[in-house]
Structures are given as C-alpha cells and as structure tokens.
C-alpha cells in the first residue's frame, strides 16, 4: 500500500550549500535524516533537478552521490554567465542556489516529516 | 609530549574580520594558524598594484595581522600564509619590519615563490604548454595579449621544506589553500609526502579549513538560527593525529558551533565529482570520509582515501574582458515593481535609441526575485512596498558603458514617481577580469624557496 505523503518543500528534509567553479554553480544537497536520504536519492534526479532551475542552468546537471554523508553533489553547468567575475547579477557567484534548490516542492512521505 | 597539533583557520578570504586571527590564537590553543587571501581574482588585482609600485603586490593586511600576533609568536605560534600574492618576498621583508616594531628580533620568514608565470608564458607555449582553457577546450592565443596574471598552484611541498629548515611564518604566492593546512601536518609528524593516505587526510582538513567560519557555524543553512553568538563566531580548529585522522572544532570561549551537519556543508562546498578531488598533493576520494561526534563542537573525520597525483599543476590566469558597470534606484508603494518594470522599459528604449554598443545587460527587481528568477511566485504584486531596480551592463567598448552610466540618474525626473536612493554620482565603467582555469606539466615549473630573518 503506498504510503501517505504532504507537498512540502525540499526544505523541510534537507539542507544544501553552493558554490561557483567556473562557469558552474555546484549544490550539496544534506539529508536532515538518514531516513530522508533513500528518498532524496530516488526523487532528486539530474533531470527533474535541471527542470526545477529554469533558466537559472544553461547547461547540463551532473550528479555525483556522496552515500558516507548522505548527500547529493549536483553540478549545473554554463549557470553563470561565463564566470563568478564575468556575471553582471547580484549573485554572481551562484551562493544562493542552494536556497534556490530547497524551494522545491515534492510529495514527502508523511513518515520523513514527523 | 601532545601527539597532536591543532591548526586554526584565521582568514577564509581578504576581507575577512580582522581581529579573527588573535582570537583564535588566544582562545584557540592553537600550533599553527593558516590564513587565506587569494581568490582567483586577487592575483590580478596584486599584479596591477605592483605594476604600480614594485615593492606591492600582496596582500597588505597580513603584516600587521602578524603585528598583532607578536606575543604569541613569542610562545611558538607558526604561521602560514598565502598572503605572499605575486611579491611573497615583499609581505615577508613587511612582516619582518612589522615584528621589529613590535621588538620581536629572529624570527624565521619562509618564503616560497616561483608560481607566478606571466612573463614566463611566450617561453612555455613555445615550448609546448598550450594551456588550453580546461574548462572550454580554448586555445590560450585568443586572449595572451589580455592575460593580466597567470600563476602555478604548488601543493605542501614547498612549505614543509621551510617548515624543516626553521621558519616560524610562511608566506607564499599561490599556493593552493589546502597545502596550507597540509603542511605543518607533515613537517610535525614527519609524514612523507608520497604517502598519499596521510596526503589525501591533511587536504580534507585544509577543504574544512579554507573557508573560515563555515566550518563552525557561519552560512549554515540547515539551522541558522540555533548558532550561537555569531558576533564572536569562533573561527574552525582542526586538531590532527599522526595517523592522519583529525577532529574539527572550535575556540571554546567564542560563538559558532561545529556539528557533523556544519561539516557536511563544508564538505561539499565548491565540490566537484567527490571520487576525484584533485590537489597537486594527491587525488582525494570525498566518498571514503567517515564523520563521527567526539563531544561537545567535535567532530572527528577518519577514513580519508586518496591515490597519487597528477603530472599537472594547475595554473590560473586572469585576462581583461571588457567593461562593465552597475546601478540601482528603489521605487515605493504604490505599484513598486510596476514602475521598476517601466524603468526597465525606458531603459531598453534608451539603448536602442542611442545605440550602443552593449553585449550584455542584466535587469534585476532587488527584493522580489533578483536571486531566483521564474523560481519565485509572486503571490500578491500591490503589497509590495519596496523595489530596488538594479541595471547591470557589460561591452568590450569602455565607451558605450561610460554613456550608459548617464542613462540612470535622469529616471528620477524623467521616468515614474515615488523613486529614490540614487546616490554617489554615476555608475563608473570598471574593467572586467575574467579567468582562464588550465592545467601545465609539473616538470614545467618549480617552487622557489627562501628564509629571511630580521
């Protein structure tokens, strides 16, 4: 039988930092429990991470999975307009990306939100 | 005897708080202290500063940090810097007369240098490096004649070898952030640099360690609100053990906190693929670390994994792109983002009237959705009291950003009402430094090493 679930936001589950390198924007996405980790694994994929986005990547996504930490490391490439020192916008060097990606909405299995 | 040394991160970049350093040193009951102040774009600042003033060109902070650090020097604090820039001989000449001032005599300057390659570069092409761009596969020919600095990362090598011959500061070029907290791992427990387990532990400390505060507690986006006294955030500490493990943790008497959640932010920060962390060290495997709680604001990392080198030194160039400037106005209730949305207008119908010459333009409504784009739904756009409109050009032609920077202040009397905030003159067209990431045979450059002492 499936299991109940409420929309939430990745927020809830998760924490995340980002970062720039390059002309990339990287985002480490935490799982706040080890219980929310098999479901971030499942949902979280490269493509639905690249359609959440928009026109924030201009590239590809890659993700690398970090099972010790229980954490995802999503790369999202051409996301900076050429550079950390190129890029004209406020936050160019894509440190609020993480923020970006927690706002997420996904249905969360009621047990991962007690 | 102590069979550890603890190694405090006193400056995550050239910017950071200035009083960071003697805290940690006096609250932090710290061996060594590793400050960073090279970002990618700092060398090409350096190197503008020296062109003017030759004995310039690093980072001008450091000496009177180590000014101030000159009572615990006096009871063995070492310190190791990247602060050197593209002159490390300079800092090192400046902090030596900085500790005379103070009445510290014989104290040992290890300076290590031999990275900056600028006027090396016809030399190297010729000889076969095509440092190619690595991350687009460009040849470097495009932009030589606009590279403004180009520097080799050197690893910990250099840096335990003045460690071995006596020095109690360091002060390099570029050297990558991670060899600094490498090194005096090395130098204390006598690890040989080839072996790549105890190689691969002391960068993970040094990727824990390069950002200051955000290995205890400073940016942490699971529970911000529950880090104490951020005021006085204690900057990280990370106590090593000759067997390569090591504990992250902080000052006790100062704020911040270190959780196995803070270091797992840390951890994956500017992180690429975690199976390959490259360092001119050695190749880490990020899977392999093991995180476990050691007490209160102790988190002890084990496991760490990592393989031999690569035959490549990274190099990091920088080179003139252009110009660009920057402006913003703030528009008030009622229909704030409306009118920023007209400004946009009128701005975009002034470009095109006047025709300049503008490769980018970037348009953003400052407490809206200027971070998140199309992410932000905006539920209710009459309660918005406030927008802060910001225009953001860039060109190859200084010109073109020179008269658009007119085109702004005239809003406030030709365009919508309820606008205000426009202050300091007109945006001013400021050169674009762009970066070129590449990789050269480490038998194509060599550290340079040296020992200065009052």
Known sequence: MAENTRRERLLVIAHARSGDKGDMVNVGVIARSEAAYPFLKKVLTAERVKAHFGELVGGQVERFDMDNIGALNFLLHGSLGGGGTVDLRTDAQGKTYAAAMLRMELDIPESLLD | ?454
């Not at chain 2, 005599?105 to 990275?115: R, T």
């Not at chain 2, 360092?279 to 002890?300: A, K, N, Q």
Request: proline share 6%.
């Open chain 2, 1 to 454: 005897m102590k069979d550890y040394i603890r190694i405090g991160a006193a400056q995550g970049f050239w910017g950071d708080r200035p009083d960071a350093p003697v805290d940690l040193a006096r609250h932090g009951d710290c061996d060594y202290l590793i400050l960073d102040y090279l970002a990618e774009v700092t060398m090409s600042i350096l190197q503008r500063q020296r062109q003017r003033n030759p004995d310039l060109g690093y980072a001008t902070d450091f000496p009177k940090v180590a000014g101030s650090l000159a009572p615990c020097l006096k009871e063995g604090l070492k310190i190791i810097t990247n602060a050197g820039g593209i002159n490390p001989i300079g800092c090192a000449r400046a902090v030596l007369a900085e500790l005379a001032k103070e009445g510290l005599e014989g104290v040992k300057v290890g300076v290590v240098y031999g990275d900056d390659i600028l006027d090396q570069l016809p030399g190297l092409i010729a000889s076969g490096e095509e440092l190619q761009n690595m991350e687009t596969g460009e040849p470097l020919e495009g932009v030589l004649k606009r590279v403004v600095s180009a520097n080799v990362y050197f690893g910990a090598a250099p840096i335990v070898d003045v460690l071995n011959g006596g020095a109690q500061i360091v002060v390099t070029g570029r050297c990558t952030d991670t060899g600094l907290a490498l090194a005096p791992m090395a130098h204390a427990f006598g690890w040989p640099l080839d072996d790549y387990r105890l190689a691969a532990s002391g960068t993970v400390a040094g990727h824990l360690l390069e950002c200051g505060a955000q290995a205890s507690g400073g940016n942490f986006s699971a529970d911000w609100e529950s880090v104490p006294d951020l005021a006085r955030i204690g900057y990280p500490i990370a106590e090593a053990y000759p067997d390569g493990t090591f504990v992250m943790t902080k000052p006790a008497g100062l704020g911040g906190m270190v959780t196995q959640a803070v270091i797992k932010e840390q951890i994956v920060y500017e992180l690429g693929d975690p199976r390959n962390y490259i360092s001119p060290d050695c190749v880490i495997d990020f899977t392999s670390i093991r995180l476990s709680d050691d007490g209160e604001d102790r988190v002890r990392v084990s496991g760490v994994r990592g393989g031999d080198p690569t035959a490549f030194y990274k190099v990091s160039m920088a080179y003139k792109a252009g110009w660009r400037t920057s402006g913003t106005l703030t528009y008030t209730w009622p229909d704030a983002l409306k009118k920023a949305r007209k400004a946009r207008e009128i701005l975009e119908a002034r470009i095109a009237h006047l025709d300049l010459k503008l490769d980018d333009v970037v348009f953003e409504y400052l407490g809206v959705n200027a971070c998140h784009g199309s992410l932000v739904t905006i539920p209710d756009e009459a309660s918005i009291n406030e927008v802060v409109f910001r225009v953001a050009v860039h060109s190859m032609e200084r010109k073109s950003v020179e008269r658009f920077g007119y085109e702004l202040a005239p809003l406030i009397l030709d365009g919508p009402p309820s606008v205000t905030g426009f202050a300091g003159g007109r945006p001013k067209p400021k050169e674009v430094i762009a970066y070129w990431p590449a990789l050269m045979r480490k038998t194509a450059a060599s550290p340079v090493t040296d020992i200065l002492e009052n």
